[in-house]
């Protein structure tokens, strides 16, 4: 077998937009690429959504654009508004044909389902485990971002399509943090989904079709309608430890691409393919990429406290969009200035956040 100069382990989200933007920058006229993919057809099987911060490749991709979105509590609800940065869907489905359609015009790209040999190229690495049943039983209490949704439709006009739901708590914590997530995509259709983050250790959490039955007959009295889709997932909250070498370079989830405290990625994905575009005849005297020390930080004293005090989450997320929204959007987008930061580190609880900084 011949060999190829770039290899893609993972055609997911992070391989494919790699591919992607080499294809596009004209990476690929002279040069081959190998795409390990183990699934045998793409088809929808996410939604990936974000603020807007910045221009992105995929607005042909995006289901819908929401400038409100509402958070509910137990005690209170509030719809918050915002101009400069619009909340985004893209659709899995037309991500992938939009790429896979521009890569199959190239004969430069293979995919194959299992690996191949390697000798010389350049590996790009989005697999950030090798195993998910030894990756899990090693970390299985640390935190992870675990959900299930369903696209419904019904028969009448239900939903008020201008306003997405970003986070609904009222619902049962189960000494966890658990919300609701509620992307209407028309009046009569939308995606329902229920999120936790906790550990994976609690096997009463994961009744997911019961919650979301029960949510929508109990807190949006709908009775009557069909499922046209449904996506299920895990997003571990802390990064890979799988290692980098001159040759091998992680991206996605295995690059530490997702924002801890959010589960956020495509954007962050987006950007660091632009990154090594921009790098390749140099990519092992660039520096890594990485989404900022200060996040890094911010997120993982955000962890600490969530873990030990899972109760007093809902409020923190209420307050964080209280007062300068798009100063909150960008902190949480890693677009964030100085008078940002502060403005959400100062509507957190202080003595509890100061006492994880230094445990």
């Given amino acids: 077998m011949k060999e190829f100069d770039y290899h893609i382990y993972g055609g997911g989200c992070a391989g494919l937009s790699l591919a992607y933007h080499l294809e596009i920058n004209g990476k690929l006229k002279n040069k081959t690429l190998a795409i390990i993919e183990p699934r045998a057809e ?3 099987d996410k939604t990936w959504s974000f603020w807007k911060i910045y221009d992105h490749d995929f607005e042909d991709c995006v289901i819908k654009n929401w400038n409100s979105f509402s958070i509910r509590t137990n005690d209170n609800s509030n719809i918050v508004k915002t101009k400069n940065y619009p909340y985004q869907s893209i659709d899995s489905g037309k991500f992938y044909k939009k790429i896979n359609d521009k890569l199959s015009a190239n004969s430069n790209v293979k995919f194959f389902r299992e690996k191949i040999k390697n000798t010389s190229s350049i590996v790009f690495n989005s697999v950030p485990y090798p195993s998910f049943d030894s990756f899990f039983n090693n970390n299985k209490s640390k935190l992870w971002q675990h959900f299930q949704g369903v696209e419904i439709e019904t028969n009448e006009e239900i939903f008020d399509d201008s306003i997405m739901t970003l986070m609904d708590f009222n619902c049962e914590q189960k000494n966890s943090v658990h919300f609701f997530y509620i992307l209407p995509f028309s009046k009569k259709k939308a995606l329902i989904e229920t999120t936790w983050i906790s550990s994976l250790e609690n096997k009463d959490l994961m009744d997911y079709d019961n ?8 807190n949006l009295s709908i009775k009557n309608y069909k499922v046209n889709y449904q996506e299920k997932g895990v997003i571990p909250l802390f990064y890979s430890s799988i290692p980098e070498n001159d040759f091998c370079i992680n991206i996605g989830s295995a690059g530490g691409m997702t924002r801890l405290s959010t589960g956020y990625t495509f954007l962050n994905i987006q950007e660091h393919s632009k990154f090594i575009i921009k790098n390749l005849k140099n990519l092992k005297k660039a520096k890594s990429y990485h989404i900022g020390k200060k996040y890094e930080l911010l997120d993982n004293i955000f962890l600490k406290v969530l873990k030990s005090n899972p109760k007093i989450m809902p409020n923190i ?19 964030s200035n100085l008078i940002n930061d502060i403005s959400v580190i100062l509507k957190m609880p202080k003595w509890i956040f100061i006492k994880s900084l230094f445990n």
């Fill in 317 to 335: 997320f209420y307050k964080m969009f209280n007062g300068h929204v798009d100063g909150a959007i960008k902190f949480l987008s890693n677009r």
């Fill in 211 to 218: 919650q979301l039955k029960n949510y929508i007959y109990k």
């Fill in 42 to 44: 793409y088809k929808r």
